[in-house]
């Protein structure tokens, strides 16, 4: 007969436990997936290169039917395709998102499209573009969208290709390659988008969309959701990968400057404006360490409070994570992960929890300090129901003789340290607990110990 244990859990101080950033695999089956975001809600959208929108359910299942299908629209080989995709901020009352991708001439288009109101799982057909850029190679076509916290729709774009830059047009104002754009999407009339007059160059000479230049290829770019700031990762030419961050309120005008410089380095100076007009890179390195910048997010979410202060990355060219500590700007590694991954990008859930995928499956990147429960159920513990409201039993099958029981977060707060008295029932009431992933850790008579994941919701 399964014996039940049951404890009330108060709190108490705490006990270290290290912290270790690791991927867990959370949905397999995609081809070329490019971007990972959300809607607002639990499921998650992964844009597929060759022209498909799927989602991503918060169970880990996937939609047979994908979300939208621009295949037909798209030249989908090396780096081209569709490559964007972002929800309006007022998506749940308009309906609106915007992809970027590469049309079948190898342009660049920005097309606003909207949800079909009578199925949240299925978009319209049919879009609007709002522009078409120009490219003059197929490289270099940046990808990433993203709403900033003023509301405005700010678009990466690519130097244009081939190497090296051979136009100069990251620094030539009158083309919108090598840029940071930056429009007005809720205008109702052709075409459907304005240029913010906060822009640098309205009304004098240079393009209005722009709003920074000197950008070699940021593939991808994200906003903090909480703060606002803006980090930029921008891919390098022959040696140094780049990580850039506008704090709010973010400056309209700033040179991120390519091709003068490859980071902080001098590449090509010849006509370049002095180096004390451009805004370099907080963090950068060279090739010893990757070959292609995959950039990423500013850790917001509850779940792992030891990723608080960390701006995350990967690089297509090395299997491993690697973060920024933005209390000092310096960037430390994971050791390798198993198997062989080129990651393509990384993705944020409603709640700031982080994903990453290598373009056919997504993981989610979790701190591993709690160990793994297979052993903890092996050995005959069932914690249920986890994830947990309120309350839950653990049942001891194995009849193990249980002398204490712990309760941490993941920074290593204990929450309860319980001596076991011959009780056979274990209930444990954590309504008081703030959501987030805890350890649950049992000890037992001859000193053996057991482990599991508890998470709160």
């Not at 309120?249 to 006509?271: I, K, M």
């Not at 944020?348 to 701190?367: A, P, R």
């Amino acid at each position: 007969m399964k014996k039940i244990l049951l404890l009330i859990l108060s709190f108490a101080n705490l006990v270290p436990v290290a912290q270790t950033i690791a991927i867990e695999a959370f949905a397999s089956g995609f081809s070329n997936a490019v971007e990972i975001t959300h809607a607002g809600d639990s499921r998650l959208f992964v844009v597929q290169k060759a022209g498909l929108i799927r989602i991503l359910n918060s169970d880990g299942t996937i939609n047979p039917t994908p979300f939208l299908d621009v295949s037909s629209l798209t030249v989908s080989s090396g780096e081209r395709g569709l490559l964007g995709l972002v929800f309006h901020p007022n998506y749940a009352s308009n309906g609106y998102f915007f992809i970027n991708y590469t049309n079948t001439s190898g342009n660049t288009v920005i097309a606003r499209y909207t949800v079909n109101p009578a199925d949240s799982n299925l978009a319209n057909p049919t879009g609007v573009i709002l522009m078409t850029i120009t490219q003059p190679y197929s490289n270099h076509n940046g990808g990433s969208l993203k709403f900033g916290p003023d509301g405005y729709l700010y678009i990466g774009m690519g130097d244009g290709g081939s190497a090296g830059d051979p136009e100069n047009r990251a620094q030539n104002i009158t083309t919108n390659l090598g840029k940071m754009l930056r429009i007005d999407v809720d205008v109702t009339t052709a075409p459907y988008y304005a240029s913010p007059p906060s822009n640098p160059y309205v009304g004098i000479t240079g393009n209005d969309e722009i709003w920074a230049i000197g950008l070699r290829n940021p593939w991808k770019f994200s906003f903090n959701r909480l703060t606002g700031d803006l980090w930029i990762a921008d891919v390098g030419q022959n040696n140094i990968e780049e990580i850039n961050k506008i704090t709010t309120p973010l400056t309209a005008g700033l040179n991120f400057g390519w091709r003068c410089y490859e980071g902080n380095v001098a590449y090509n100076t010849s006509g370049c404006a002095a180096v004390s007009t451009m805004t370099m890179p907080i963090a950068q390195y060279n090739h010893s360490n990757g070959c292609s910048i995959t950039g990423g997010y500013e850790y917001t979410g509850s779940l792992y409070p030891a990723f608080q202060n960390k701006y995350f990355f990967a690089d297509y060219c090395v299997n491993r994570l690697g973060y920024v500590d933005t209390t000092n700007n310096t960037i430390s590694y994971t050791p390798n992960f198993s198997g062989s991954n080129n990651f393509t990008s990384l993705g944020e859930d409603m709640n700031g929890e982080l994903y990453i995928t290598n373009s056919t499956t997504i993981y989610k990147i979790i701190d591993n300090t709690v160990a793994s429960s297979s052993s903890f159920e092996k050995n005959g513990f069932i914690l249920s129901p986890n994830p947990v409201k309120d309350s839950f039993t653990i049942t001891n099958d194995n009849h193990w003789n249980i002398s204490r029981i712990e309760v941490y977060d993941l920074t290593g707060k204990q929450y309860k340290a319980t001596t076991i008295t011959n009780s056979e029932v274990l209930k444990m009431d954590i309504s008081g607990l703030q959501n987030g992933v805890y350890l649950v850790k049992i000890l037992t008579e001859d000193g053996n110990n057991f482990n599991t994941k508890l998470i709160k919701q």
